[in-house]
């Protein structure tokens, strides 16, 4: 049984540049969560998509958007990058949005912004 | 203020000491806590997860929530070296409130079990 993954890895970017990331949620799971976290924080919540509709979002700008496929997956976009974008971006998988569900987390996106 | 607040540490404690690990939070929609335990440079893994006040536990870890005092803790019992790691404190408020199930985060807790 898959757990969640993404893609990739690694990545590096240079300011105003744009940037897309991949997730794929474990299997049975429909719901993504997105979050970012900076070295040595937290992470922080930037959105949720279910039924391919973006239902929460945190207090992060438009810059940041996102969309999920029928398949579940889900990618999310940042667009005329920033320095202070750079961090490790978590995607989170669950089933439902109820409150009380278990969020099973990915390995990460790095993304370094030069 | 943040919403959650967690000893960022760093910790550092002889094997088979007891751990441990706390935080506190502002928000008293708070109703499920859990404890991820994040290995460096990998994603978040789920260790523990309580709904409301009380105990839990498994094997060597324990979780308790106190509600009225907007406190949570994790225990860990015999730690070992492999604990080594950041634990982060995680809580959400449920779909009754606008915030639904986001979860949020204290800023973890780095701990190292030396043999």
């Known amino acids: 049984d898959a757990g969640v993954t993404q893609s990739p890895t690694h990545l590096i970017k240079t300011r105003g540049q744009q940037v897309t990331l991949r997730c794929s949620p474990k299997?049975?799971?429909?719901?993504v969560s997105w979050y970012q976290q900076a070295l040595g924080q937290g992470p922080q919540f930037i959105f949720q998509y279910y039924e391919e509709e973006e239902r929460q979002r945190g207090n992060f700008p438009d810059r940041f958007s996102g969309h999920q496929f029928p398949n579940y997956s889900s990618e999310l976009n940042v667009n005329a990058l920033l320095l202070g974008d750079s961090a490790l971006y978590l995607c989170a998988s669950s089933l439902g949005i109820r409150g009380m569900e278990t969020q099973y987390f990915g390995p990460g996106t790095r993304l370094l912004v030069l | 203020q943040k919403e959650v607040e967690q000893d960022p540490g760093p910790l550092s404690v002889p094997e088979g000491a007891i751990v441990s690990l706390n935080c506190t939070y502002s928000n008293s929609a708070f109703q499920y806590f859990m404890w991820y335990r994040q290995y460096s440079r990998k994603g978040p893994e789920l260790l523990m997860y309580t709904y409301s006040s009380g105990n839990k536990e498994d094997g060597r870890f324990t979780a308790q929530v106190d509600k009225s005092s907007k406190y949570i803790s994790l225990f860990i019992r015999d730690s070992q070296p492999s604990d080594s790691a950041t634990y982060l404190c995680a809580m959400s408020a449920g779909l009754r409130e606008t915030s639904g199930s986001r979860l949020t985060f204290g800023e973890g807790t780095q701990l190292t079990v030396n043999p």
């Open positions: 299997s049975g799971h429909d719901t």
